[in-house]
């Protein structure tokens, strides 16, 4: 049922072509309205190889919607294959030309038929937002385009995690993982990002294991290639920041794997004794600030708002106030996220909501006493409320509009020093 | 055809105009099969993502201060809505006012393409109107609220009648497949204003309406205005409701650009009969210079304004005249909206650059006078050149392919993301982003060097397009950029 969508922080299921567009060598054809492209079109670095500008559309107009939009779809596909270079073609529907009825899919089918390397997902924004659309898409890669296959490449271990483009950290995060998996002996495979692409993803199959970081999103998709290719996965919640959740990580890992323990610790000390060399130089900053109380709220989707707690908590020792998560997160997995929450050093317990309405998030932020100037990490959308409650302020997901994220990470010991950086950059602009 | 303000829904620009977005040749002939009324849109067998009326439409009224802005829609149609209110604060604080202005949707989701949703968004609308208490409040249309048939016209009567009177509410019908031409979303705002929004005068004002995007000239337009003994009352970005209830009140209507501004302008003279000037726009020194004497004649200010004419010019003439030495013979190609096209091509011609081909996003043969819009008329009587001319929706494939057949020095577009692709070909381009770029002499001095430093520092083009590859087959290269628009479309 429709309901109040007040500070939007989620975009709809066609914003997926995002995900597309972010698999090199893989283009979107949108089965949409003129104007979809464009207003999903924003984001981290959205002007590539691929942009929507260059995305093929059957730009629906009055026309296809009283007589059907198949024979406008059948003829930009068919044209896309010999105007635009790439590897691979999404079809991808829309509220639009799921509504009118258009099968799109048969569409996508027939080219298939004929050699063409041409999929289809359904993505029509009324049906879900763009954390489920993303997984729709990569449901339907690995349908309908991953082989199965009886090669496996041993330490092979494909790594997945939070949305390409619309998390502004998406590439350098998962470039950090990369670099921690390969630390552990292991070939990480992913299919985001230059370099990576389609050849990465049809050794998707090949791999011997999948790597979920992520509390939700993505689930369904490593079991389905459970399912399909009998590769068993490790789901692990929490994206690592910083040294204690990092270290964690990668005894999770190395244990899953199978890598000799004595590595693992070894590892981890050399990373931990270095990024305690920084924390020490700079404790005096962390402890010696007259403007920011322990307190911080983060407003943000399931992976941030559950990765952020975990480092401020367990890794800086602030104490959390209560947390609020915006990307409308599936009911089936709201437990265990809850539970993750709880799971804190010193048997601390954050309190965590669930809500996608602005106004109501905001206000109970302002009827809160943080004992002090709070911290808040969310969106361009906490500017304001961070300005009432006098709060330091940091954008870290979407939307960001007053920040440039190039390839910046907040994923492990590096990303957790990143992390200080930008919070103590903004505590030092003020003096009590 | 007048204007009909009692109509909810404003026509189509195809429809009301006969408007176009598919369309190859040059300038001589799109002029001559515009009055002869011959031209005939070209479908596309093969088409790119452009844009939608309803940003047109939504974004222009959401610059209004401390209104609320319902989309009902799902969720995607509204993720324009924190650039937005970045946008609004940004341009607020930069004039030291506050614009509480909101953005909401309504998250249509899959129940409500089946049951319908209007109750929900009459709800919506009072919790919004509880929250904010806003100035007005306007209910965006979207393709899903429009092909599932929501009335949210007797919404809108519904909820008059629970909220005081002196709130205007209204639908601003925007449903994206409505039309090709995103400027219609223009006219819809437009509409809602002139006929939910505008009062009758009480009293003749000493203020100019200036339609414009984001009042970046405003403090020079003050100035210059106060030569004249009037104000201008920039809109819609930053004005109040209280400002646009007396436009029918105004001297005359001016607007920095005639696709913007055509609908209102118009609209305004022949419901209120407030002159609006329809020359040729203030970009460049024919354009400043007619578009200033045509703001005379309509306020009967001649002298005034010849008087300034002669003591800026004085100032920036020479100045223009010693830098086109070094812009003379230059090639062009451009990419914007018909506002920009053919007044920046008038522009070019008079630095002594060469259009070698012009594309318009879509093309108006007439605008609501009925008459050909003057940017074109004006290159019809002017222009040394038949350049070539061709009408796309924003259809990168085509402006890429012209790009490398023609090679030119420099590409100038408008539009959020399409400069990007021409310096990946190697060509310099210059992004003509601020509607007042070009604006009055200083604007076009200022202009004419940036195109010189642009071409004279190759080094970020030089150094991407050496690295980058190309979106398009070489097999599209080697086509006419023409060759997916059918022979007629309907």
């Known amino acids: ?432 | 055809m007048a204007i009909d303000f009692k109509i909810s829904s404003v026509g189509t620009r195809e429809n009301r105009l006969g408007s176009i977005t598919g369309y190859s040749g040059d300038l001589h002939d799109i002029i001559h099969q515009s009055r002869c009324g011959t031209l005939k849109n070209k479908e596309r067998c093969f088409s790119q993502s452009s844009t939608c009326n309803a940003m047109c439409a939504l974004g222009q009224l959401s610059g209004i201060r401390d209104i609320a802005i319902i989309n009902h829609a799902p969720s995607g149609c509204t993720a324009v809505a924190s650039g937005i209110n970045v946008n609004n604060n940004q341009l607020a604080t930069k004039r030291g006012i506050s614009n509480n202005t909101v953005f909401l949707g309504t998250d249509m989701d899959e129940n409500d393409t089946v049951f319908g949703a209007t109750g929900s968004l009459k709800e919506i609308i009072l919790e919004t109107y509880n929250r904010y208490k806003p100035k007005a409040i306007l209910i965006g249309t979207s393709c899903v609220s429009g092909i599932i048939g929501e009335d949210v016209d007797s919404v809108v009567e519904e909820v008059k009648k629970e909220i005081p009177e002196s709130i205007p509410v209204a639908a601003v019908h925007c449903e994206g497949f409505r039309s090709r031409i995103w400027a219609t979303g223009f006219d819809a705002s437009d509409h809602v204003v002139l006929s939910s929004i505008v009062k009758p005068p009480k009293k003749k004002t000493n203020k100019i309406n200036f339609k414009n995007f984001y009042e970046s000239e405003r403090k020079q337009i003050i100035e210059i205005f106060s030569n004249f003994g009037v104000e201008p009352v920039f809109f819609y970005q930053n004005s109040t409701i209280e400002e646009l209830e007396q436009l029918s009140e105004a001297l005359a209507t001016v607007s920095i650009c005639g696709v913007l501004g055509s609908y209102l302008g118009n609209g305004l003279e022949q419901k209120y009969g407030v002159p609006f000037v329809k020359t040729i726009n203030p970009l460049g020194i024919a354009g400043f210079e007619t578009w200033l004497r045509g703001i005379g004649s309509a306020i009967g200010k001649e002298k005034e304004v010849e008087a300034y004419i002669e003591r800026e010019r004085e100032i920036y003439i020479p100045k223009i005249e010693e830098v086109k030495k070094e812009l003379r013979g230059l090639k062009a190609v451009l990419g914007m909206g018909p506002g920009y096209t053919y007044e920046v091509s008038r522009v070019l011609q008079e630095l002594g650059m060469e259009v070698v081909w012009a594309a318009s996003w879509h093309y108006d043969k007439i605008h609501d006078n009925e008459e050909l819009p003057a940017p074109l008329k004006y290159l019809e009587e002017n222009s040394k050149d038949n350049f070539k001319v061709s009408v796309a929706d924003q259809q990168n494939f085509e402006i890429l392919n012209i790009i490398n057949h023609y090679k030119p020095d420099i590409y100038f577009s408008r539009h959020p993301g399409t400069t990007v692709w021409a310096i990946k070909q190697g060509a310099a381009a210059l992004c003509v982003n601020d509607e007042y770029m070009i604006f009055g002499y200083k604007g076009t001095l200022d202009f004419a060097y940036t195109v010189l430093d642009t071409i004279k520092n190759r080094s970020f083009e030089k150094n991407l397009a050496s690295r980058v590859k190309l979106p398009y087959t070489e097999w599209w290269y080697k086509q006419d950029n023409s060759t997916f628009l059918t022979s007629e479309g309907k």
């Open chain 1, 1 to 432: 049922m429709a309901k109040i969508l007040d500070q939007p922080r989620y975009k709809c299921a066609l914003a997926a072509m995002q995900t597309v567009q972010s698999i090199t060598g893989a283009i979107p054809i949108l089965h949409a309205g003129p104007g979809c492209g464009a207003k999903l079109g924003g984001g981290a670095g959205n002007s590539g190889h691929f942009s929507h500008n260059i995305f093929p559309c059957t730009n629906i107009s009055e026309k296809e919607v009283v007589f059907g939009g198949e024979i406008k779809l059948k003829e930009i596909v068919e044209n896309s294959l010999r105007v635009i270079d790439a590897e691979l073609y999404v079809v991808l529907t829309s509220c639009t030309s799921e509504v009118i009825g258009d099968d799109a899919e048969e569409i996508a089918r027939s080219f298939r038929d004929k050699g063409k390397p041409v999929i289809f997902a359904s993505t029509p924004g009324f049906k879900g937002n763009n954390y489920l659309g993303h997984e729709w898409v990569i449901d339907s890669i690995i349908d309908q385009y991953l082989e199965r296959s009886d090669e496996k490449i041993k330490g092979l271990i494909n790594i997945w995690t939070g949305i390409p483009l619309h998390d502004p950290f998406w590439l350098g995060n998962l470039r950090e993982l990369e670099k921690l998996i390969e630390e552990l002996g292991l070939i990480p495979n992913t299919i985001f990002g230059h370099t990576r692409g389609i050849e990465n993803l049809k050794n998707v199959p090949k791999a011997e294991f999948n790597l979920l970081v992520s509390p939700w999103l993505g689930l369904s998709n490593i079991k389905k290639l459970e399912n399909k290719f009998g590769t068993p996965y490790l789901h692990y919640p929490v994206l690592p920041i910083g040294a204690t959740e990092t270290s964690k990580f990668l005894q999770a890992v190395g244990d899953f794997t199978g890598v000799n323990k004595k590595k693992v610790e070894k590892i981890i000390e050399k990373h931990e004794e270095e990024y305690y060399y920084y924390i020490e130089r700079f404790a005096d900053v962390f402890l010696e600030t007259r403007v920011m109380s322990k307190r911080f709220t983060v407003v943000s989707d399931s992976q941030y708002s559950l990765a952020l707690t975990k480092f401020l908590v367990n890794d800086l020792g602030l104490f959390p106030a209560k947390q609020f998560i915006i990307d409308d997160a599936p009911e089936k997995y709201r437990k265990a996220i809850e539970e993750d929450f709880e799971e804190l050093n010193y048997g601390i317990k954050a309190e965590v909501e669930f809500s996608v309405d602005g106004f109501k998030i905001h206000n109970e932020i302002k009827n809160t006493d943080y004992h002090g100037y709070p911290l808040i990490l969310g969106s361009s959308w906490e500017k304001n409320v961070a300005k009432s409650t006098e709060a330091h302020y940091l954008a870290i997901s979407w939307p960001i509009n007053e920040r440039l994220v190039i390839n910046s990470s907040y994923v492990g010991y590096a990303g957790g020093l990143k992390l200080l950086e930008d919070i103590y950059s903004v505590v030092l602009t003020r003096f009590n």
